[in-house]
């Protein structure tokens, strides 16, 4: 089963955990810098460096080269926090390699020669850094990577070197965003050595209430501080979130009620759907399920629909080129089935009792 339909610790708020590595080989230039020949040699040496690691039949990987995947399909992967957009730009020697479960992919030859991430549902960091890292030390042990005794690994962008560490999380923050204070944390955060980006990374919206919170700082600090100092920010947002979450439903439950079942009643019955629309809806489900207001479908559920929300995953689930309008018709469609799925095995429950 794919990683992100399971469900994690601390999932009312934080969806997921991420930890990306930056490594690049010495001896040879940052990819910016290289020819398409040196970049396919480069390519080649990383993916056979891969191919030798000691993996269990379950954590083997699938290669996509960028050159010759169709644009839907890189942009799908995007969607899915599985490439960059950088990446999915293409290029000759540029490539991923996916685990079956969708959990860890290699970029090669975007920013870096090799970008490490593992995903995790929820908050579960310290998962994603021991499998992150376990895949770099294998990796050191047939390529040869650029690193200096003195600033630590070196890394395409300065603000990489030291550890090449990028820690992030998926957070859901409808209370701090409708109660006006998300800007205030957000100029608190930059502040103090974060990031605070949209769904999508760098240049996105927040769309769906949805942010991703990051480490800014990898020269001169351990990855331990490092995790540590992240993983304390995580939980103050983390409280913070349920404590004004709490504070609105008890001053209006009607009206939080209200909309979180008008959302349900659009998502089972609506012919057209935007992909905004959708997330916006989507948040609303999540946080009535997690006030414990709505039962209707779980997380899983919810994280099942936001799957196939998406311009390109809407074009790759459909088959074909689908025009803004048709894809509009076809994700209303694709949401409507899957709840009315679950609403039919919800029924059949207490019959076979």
Known sequence: MSWYLSKGPEWDVVLSSRVRLARDLDGYSFPYRMEDH???????????AIRLMNLKNDDRFVTLNMDL???ADRQALVEKHLISDDLAKGGSGRSVCISRDESTSILINEEDHIRIQVM???????????????????LE???????SEKYGFLTACPTNTGTGMRASVMVHLPALTHSGRMKSLMDGLTQAGFVVRGYLGEHSQADGNIYQLSNQITLGISESDIMTGFERM???????????RKEIYESNPTAITDRVFRSYGELMYARLMTDTEAMKRISDLRLGIALGIFNEIDEEKIALISAYIGPASVQKDSGEMLSPKQQEIHRADKIRK???????????????L
């Open 69 to 71: 995947l169709p644009e």
């Open 141 to 147: 042990k047939s390529l040869p990577v650029a690193y």
């Open 234 to 244: 995580v939980q103050e947002v983390l409280v913070l979130e349920r404590k004004i």
């Open 38 to 48: 040196d970049r396919i040699v480069v390519r080649d040496r990383i993916i056979e």
């Open 338 to 352: 899957i709840l009315e799925k679950q609403n039919i095995t919800a029924k059949k429950k207490p019959n076979e």
């Open 120 to 138: 995790e549902a929820g908050f579960s960091l310290k998962k994603a850094y021991k499998r992150a890292e376990s895949i770099s030390i294998a």
